[in-house]
């Protein structure tokens, strides 16, 4: 009997998943490392464990699970992540493990053996939103990040460390990473070029650079209405200058470059007191290395100046700083493959955003299978994706797993 996708079974396994961590007024909340986390990684060792998979847990809380095949070679491994930012949606990062959860189940319904074994990931912390870096969990099961500087990581607002939190929720484990035979990655495209050019799925070819930074400014609180504008050490200012060079820096450099201040605090934040610290974040993006770095280089540099000039202080942390990722160009092909043998519009394409499959690439064939976002949006409660749309993304996956693994 051929493996066949349920898309009633996997829309289920989407609403049942997307009920942990669910707002008030929609969309989901499952920050990393938190007890809506916690929650939602409990509901994947069960359900791996109601698949008669083999769980394993490391030592940051990535979970995977496997199901057997005729041989104890290296799985291919389908994997993903299920925390969110905190005005997540139902489908980033979660759509991709339940596919592979789906694939799993479609194996066992059909009682297909296949040679390889076929592993299904939850990678912790690949938002970054809580614990900078993104893609933590990953990166420090394929090498990428270090173990032990990973767990020392305090939140980027808060005081919470992620060994204490991963004690805290009991997923501390012991298990050693793996490399697996190949990689995929089943996720939202999460951007507007599938939906506006009519395409069904992407191949996608690889992931942007990323470059996040942490500026903090420390200048001198003063009395709005007395200071001369010479005499103050005005942190927001300095702070306003950064972020607006971050956005003039992107606009001159055009696209694919992006810039993004998702973090902007000022203090004491009072009406009529000049602030004397200033915080903010700044995420830049390209698909090409050697801009990126040459961008951010800048930005450091001038916003050193902006902030001598105002007399403040500028202390600057690197949070992330990951290259650009190309993916295996034969397994790209398959998924492509695998698309047009369906009468799938596909079209290969990079990504803009971050993923888990980028920490695998370097160590073995990995690639990514896009399916269309409603208008684009992510990050984003109303973030929705077509029944359709998901059925004809995972089965596109099943047809790449069944290749890779002589089933
Ligand atoms: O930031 C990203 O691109 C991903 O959502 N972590
Ligand atoms: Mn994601
Ligand atoms: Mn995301
Ligand atoms: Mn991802």
């Known amino acids: ?3 066949q996708i349920s898309i009633e079974r996997l829309m289920a396994s989407v609403h049942e998943l997307g009920a942990i961590g669910a707002r008030d007024g929609g969309g989901v909340c499952r920050l990393a490392l938190t007890d809506a986390d916690k929650a939602g990684r409990d509901w994947f060792v069960k359900s791996l464990h109601a698949l008669n998979c083999e769980v394993f847990i490391d030592a940051i809380g990535n979970i995977w699970g ?5 041989t104890e070679d290296a799985p291919v491994m389908i994997g993903s992540h299920i925390d969110t930012v905190a005005t997540g949606g139902l489908y980033d990062g979660a759509l ?3 596919a592979g959860l789906e694939v799993i189940a479609a194996l066992n319904a059909s009682e297909t053996e296949t040679d390889l074994p076929v592993a299904v990931a939850a990678f912790t912390n690949e938002e970054g939103a809580r614990f900078a870096p993104d893609m933590m969990g990953s990166g420090v099961h394929q090498g990428a990040l270090d173990l032990d500087e990973m767990l020392s990581t305090r939140a980027t607002s808060g005081d919470a460390l992620v060994g204490e939190e991963l004690r805290r929720i009991d997923y501390a484990g012991q298990d ?3 490399t697996p035979s190949a990689y995929l990655e089943l996720h939202i495209e999460q951007g507007p070029v599938l939906e506006t050019e009519g395409l069904k799925i992407g191949a996608v070819t690889g992931v942007q650079g990323i470059h996040w930074t942490e500026f903090t400014v420390r200048g001198q609180t003063n009395h709005a209405g007395t200071t001369p504008m010479s005499l103050r050490r005005d942190a927001g200012q ?4 950064i972020a607006r060079l971050a956005d003039e820096m992107a606009q001159e450099l055009g696209e694919p470059q ?3 201040v998702g973090v902007f605090e000022v203090s004491p934040c009072l009406v009529n007191v000049v602030p004397d610290r200033a915080r903010l974040t700044v995420d830049m993006r390209n698909t090409d290395g050697d801009i990126l770095t040459s961008a951010t280089d800048r930005l450091l540099s001038q916003a050193q100046q902006i902030a001598e000039a105002a007399e403040c202080t500028l202390d600057i942390r690197p949070l992330a700083r990951f290259a650009p990722v190309v993916f295996d160009d034969a397994l790209v092909t398959r998924v492509e493959t695998a698309a047009q043998n369906r009468q799938l519009p596909v079209k290969r394409m990079p990504s803009g955003a971050g993923h888990d499959a980028q920490m695998f690439a370097p160590n073995c064939p990995t690639a990514m299978i896009f399916v269309p976002s409603n208008k684009g949006l992510s990050h984003n409660i109303n973030e929705h994706t077509d029944a359709t749309d998901i059925e004809a993304g995972a089965q596109v ?3 790449v797993v069944l290749d890779l693994t002589g089933g």
């Open 1 to 3: 009997m051929t493996p």
């Open 66 to 70: 496997i199901r057997a095949g005729r």
């Open 96 to 98: 991709g493990v339940l």
């Open 176 to 178: 050693l990473p793996i």
């Open 238 to 241: 300095v702070g306003f200058a």
């Open 258 to 260: 992006v810039a993004t």
């Open 397 to 399: 996956l099943l047809d």
